[in-house]
């Protein structure tokens, strides 16, 4: 005899079997009421592994729910369920037979089948296509959708992004599950320009590889500016035409032939010229006239247009000029600009590979708590940098960017090989990798 049983809920998911329903009568007879014995067998169209029994009489109800429990009423009873082969039930019991009126009992018997565990079949990737540009410095969140056959969401399925080259791309995290959503999603962050490739890895699964170009991009700048004559001391004193000189900082990288000069000027004023002066500045000259006695100062206004695209190498940072993280200086157009970056946001170490020692620059635009962890390959953490709360600001330098000397925790030397940081402050999130070459 099989005892029936109610399918748990807890450590596996039922797959719905069936249910069937019948209903049990007693004879009516002249004779004093009496039990009789009543076989009913039931086939269910696919095989199951639990089932629950439920049954009503009239003004009663009871239900079974997984222990052995005799389902006994006034005037029926279930006494003995037994499982005959894998679809089929074979159910005994007890009914009355009476000369009052006839007994009537209904039984409901629910079928499951204990679910396959769910595999991954498929998965999908967006935010990348083969063939595709991506401009240099740009963010995007990549998506990968992993189903099971039957387009079911499947949660806990590891997915990894392989990158086959340290220059062109990175991702903020390389290993990562899928949520209850079937959706692993990671951060791709472009560097230098050039081919780029990456895999996606999903358990049990084949590889799928993209490949796209980093290109670079170009975007446009405007200098505005004045220059007003000098006054003459003396009104007697002869009024005569003076050289003046400009030199206006341009964005490092800037495309000569996009330069367009514009300028207006009052009538003793002119600009005669403009060039070159260095790869970041373009000097402008021209001639006006000295005023005096409170008279009007002639000016010359003018406005330097063009544009500068990205560079090998290097990042841009709230419309300052390129830099590349060993500098240590940037040029004066950027002691111009507000310290104050509009986003956070992580950079490359330098040196990179190193030994013993590197540093890691960041950006915070808003003041926060910060942090660095280096992580080995196998996502064991092998350092944390407390860098307690700081203001917002650009800490690229050796005195302000994050150092690590190559030690983990305990003070010993890490192996040579590639390992990984991620910068925290407040909400925001980035990693990176590193690489140390002994």
């Known amino acids: 005899m099989i005892v029936p049983k109610a399918p748990p809920t807890s450590h596996f998911r039922p797959y719905w079997a069936g249910m069937i329903g019948f209903t049990v009568r007693g004879k009516l007879d002249l004779l004093p009421a009496k039990w009789r014995d009543w076989t009913k067998t039931i086939t269910f169209d696919q095989p199951f592994d639990f089932y629950s029994l439920s049954a009503f009489e009239p003004m009663q109800w009871k239900f079974w729910e997984g222990s052995w429990n005799l389902l006994r009423?006034?005037?029926?009873?279930?006494?003995?369920?037994?499982?005959?082969?894998?679809?089929s039930l074979k159910i005994k019991g007890k009914i009355v037979d009476g000369w009052v009126d006839r007994?009537?009992?209904?039984?409901?018997?629910?079928?499951?089948?204990?679910?396959?565990?769910?595999?991954?079949?498929?998965?999908?990737?967006?935010?990348?296509?083969?063939?595709?540009?991506?401009?240099?410095?740009?963010?995007?969140?990549?998506?990968v959708y992993v189903k099971s056959q039957n387009n079911t969401p499947i949660g806990g399925v590891r997915v990894r992004f392989i990158d086959s080259d340290d220059k062109e791309i990175s991702f903020s995290r390389t290993s990562t599950t899928t949520d209850s959503s079937g959706v692993a999603t990671t951060t791709l962050y472009t560097g230098s320009e050039g081919s780029a490739d990456f895999g996606v890895e999903v358990d049990g699964?084949?590889?799928?590889?993209?490949?796209?170009?980093?290109?670079s991009w170009e975007k446009s700048f405007t200098r505005t500016g004045i220059y007003k004559g000098t006054w003459q001391t003396f009104c007697w004193k002869k009024r005569v035409w003076e050289t003046w000189t400009r030199y206006v900082d341009v964005p490092p990288r800037t495309v000569k032939g996009s330069v367009?000069?514009?300028?207006?000027?009052?009538?003793?004023?002119?600009?005669?010229?403009?060039?070159?002066?260095?790869?970041?500045?373009?000097?402008l000259w021209g001639r006006i006239r000295q005023k005096g006695c409170w008279a009007r100062r002639d000016w010359v206004r003018y406005e330097v247009s063009g544009r500068y695209k990205s560079t090998n190498g290097q990042r841009r940072i709230q419309g300052a000029p390129f830099f590349t993280p060993e500098q240590d200086t940037l040029s004066e157009y950027w002691s111009d600009l507000s310290q104050v970056p509009i986003e956070t946001d992580l950079f490359n170490n330098y040196p990179n590979p190193f030994n013993p020692e590197t540093w890691i620059p960041y950006q915070l635009a808003t003041p926060a708590a910060v942090s660095v962890d280096?992580?080995?390959?196998?996502?064991?953490?092998?350092?944390?940098?407390?860098?307690?709360?700081?203001?917002?600001?650009?800490?690229?330098?050796?005195?302000?960017?994050?150092?690590?000397?190559?030690?983990?925790?305990?003070?010993?030397?890490?192996?040579?090989?590639?390992?990984?940081y991620t910068l925290t402050a407040g909400e925001f999130s980035a990693t990176r990798k590193l690489l140390i070459r002994k």
């Open 260 to 283: 367009s000069i514009t300028y207006s000027y009052s009538e003793d004023a002119n600009l005669k010229g403009w060039d070159w002066h260095d790869s970041d500045t373009i000097k």
């Open 103 to 143: 007994r009537t009992m209904w039984v409901v018997v629910r079928a499951y089948s204990e679910a396959p565990p769910l595999r991954a079949h498929s998965f999908t990737v967006s935010g990348i296509s083969n063939g595709t540009s991506i401009t240099s410095g740009e963010k995007r969140t990549i998506s």
């Open 205 to 215: 699964l084949s590889r799928t590889s993209f490949r796209f170009n980093v290109v």
């Open 374 to 420: 280096i992580y080995a390959v196998d996502g064991h953490l092998v350092r944390r940098l407390s860098l307690g709360h700081q203001p917002a600001g650009v800490y690229k330098s050796k005195s302000r960017a994050a150092y690590w000397d190559g030690r983990n925790e305990v003070g010993e030397r890490v192996a040579s090989g590639l390992y990984f």
């Open 73 to 87: 009423f006034g005037n029926s009873s279930v006494d003995r369920v037994d499982k005959v082969g894998d679809k």
